[in-house]
């Protein structure tokens, strides 16, 4: 035990001694430091209430500010012209894209909700078709089950699709170059 514990001391003080002993100049690393803050300047841009812009999603506000390159264009690229410029394709302006992603969500809120109200109505049918002893009424909510799976597939069906159209969409975006924020 005692053997231990002394190889632990001794360990512990090796790790202690190890930095003073190595040659590190916490000094020097200061100014390298400071020299190389030096040369990366300071931004240009000022986050301010004039250049935060929001975007409201599923009842929330979040704030963006849109940064721009300092950098000149290179020779033959043209400067982003501003939005609503005359002119300008659509696909360079945010509300396009923003109408196309709240087209499909919505299309997928919908869909997602007439699919919960169909297994509502299925549930409720299956309990009428437990309730009931006759073999003719029973055949008649079996018809009416078979034909609300069929409409709950084929909803089933459209939710995948429009979940793929959402995930293209957002895949076209950003091979266009849209800033991912005009689709949060």
């Known amino acids: 035990?005692?053997?231990?514990?002394?190889?632990?001391?001794?360990?512990?003080?090796?790790?202690?001694?190890?930095?003073?002993?190595?040659g590190i100049d916490l000094m020097a690393m200061k100014k390298q430091e400071e020299e190389r803050r030096k040369k990366l300047g300071k931004s240009k841009i000022a986050v301010n209430d004039n250049n935060v812009n929001t975007v409201s999603t599923g009842g929330?506000?979040?704030?963006f500010v849109q940064m721009?390159?300092?950098?000149?264009?290179?020779?033959?690229e043209e400067t982003a012209p501003a939005a609503g410029k005359k002119g300008e394709s659509p696909e360079k302006q945010p509300e396009y894209w923003k109408k196309q992603q709240d087209e499909l969500t919505g299309r997928i809120a919908g869909l997602k909700a007439d699919i919960e109200g169909a297994q509502l109505e299925l549930n409720k049918l299956w309990a009428d078709f437990y309730i009931k002893n006759v073999a003719v009424e029973q055949q008649a909510i079996r018809d009416q089950i078979a034909q609300k799976t069929n409409e709950m597939e084929q909803k089933k069906v459209f939710l995948r699709e429009a979940q793929e159209q959402l995930e293209a969409l957002f895949e076209q975006a950003r091979k266009a170059g849209v800033p991912p924020g005009w689709l949060r």
């Not at 231990?4 to 003073?20: D, E």
């Not at 721009?68 to 033959?76: F, H, K, N, Q, V």
């Open 1 to 22: 035990m005692k053997v231990t514990l002394a190889f632990l001391l001794v360990c512990f003080l090796g790790a202690a001694a190890t930095p003073v002993f190595s």
């Open 60 to 63: 929330k506000k979040y704030g």
């Open 68 to 76: 721009e390159s300092e950098e000149a264009p290179a020779a033959g």
